[in-house]
């Protein structure tokens, strides 16, 4: 049985939860309405307070798709309750993040300022020049977001300049040596 499918998801209190014909499961809660239209293979039922999701067989893909779609329903309850976030990093000299109402302005040390519009449901925030947080109830759109941020320069190996994620770690390398 899968351990993470058999758990059942907790429904805290200010949040509703409907599921419609189609397994179309909708999670409204104080920071917002999350749907998503789950596996149909699946069985979700709410009982006193709780989500649980069955299965209907043992099959190798009914069993992926268990825990998954369990972790689906537990991010959009978790999503609209205390949303989640993304830290960014702007490591360089001359780089700089900036927001102008729904802009965000990055100098990455091209010709021209790169220039992106947030998203419907998020929010970025600059902490500073070089910090930049992407704010949202949706952790897949929030994710998507910061990853596009991201590729706007990734950070190279050898002098780390470029945007990373809070928590992720460079790996580095040694640059060349001078002749002797």
Same mark, same amino acid.
């Given at each position: 049985m899968s351990r993470i499918g058999r758990?059942?998801?907790?429904?805290?209190?200010?949040?509703?939860?409907?599921?419609?014909?189609?397994?179309?499961?909708?999670?409204?809660?104080?920071?917002?309405?999350?749907?998503r239209e789950l596996p149909s293979e699946m069985t979700i039922e709410e009982k006193?307070?709780?989500?649980?999701?069955?299965?209907?067989? @043992?099959?190798?893909?009914?069993?992926?798709?268990?825990?998954?779609?369990?972790?689906?329903?537990?991010n959009m309850v978790h999503g609209v309750t205390e949303g989640y976030e993304?830290?960014?990093?702007?490591?360089?000299?001359?780089?700089?993040a900036a927001k102008q109402g729904k802009?965000?302005?990055?100098?990455?040390?091209?010709?021209?300022?790169?220039?992106?519009? @947030?998203?419907?449901?998020?929010?970025?925030?600059? @902490?500073?020049q070089n910090k930049i947080i992407v704010k949202g109830i949706s952790k897949e759109k929030v994710g998507q977001y910061a990853a596009e941020i991201r590729d706007k320069r990734r950070p190279e190996p050898y002098k780390g300049k470029g945007i990373k994620y809070a928590d992720e770690v460079i790996r580095r390398k040694?640059?060349?040596?001078?002749?002797?």
């Open positions: 758990m059942p998801v907790a429904i805290p209190a200010g949040v509703t939860v409907t599921i419609a014909e189609g397994n179309k499961v909708t999670v409204k809660g104080p920071k917002g309405t999350l749907e006193d307070g709780h989500i649980i999701v069955t299965r209907p067989n @043992d099959l190798k893909k009914m069993k992926s798709l268990h825990g998954l779609t369990r972790t689906l329903i537990n993304k830290v960014l990093e702007v490591n360089g000299v001359g780089y700089r802009k965000l302005t990055l100098n990455l040390g091209y010709s021209h300022p790169v220039e992106m519009e @947030d998203p419907e449901g998020i929010e970025t925030v600059c @902490d500073g040694v640059g060349k040596t001078g002749k002797k």
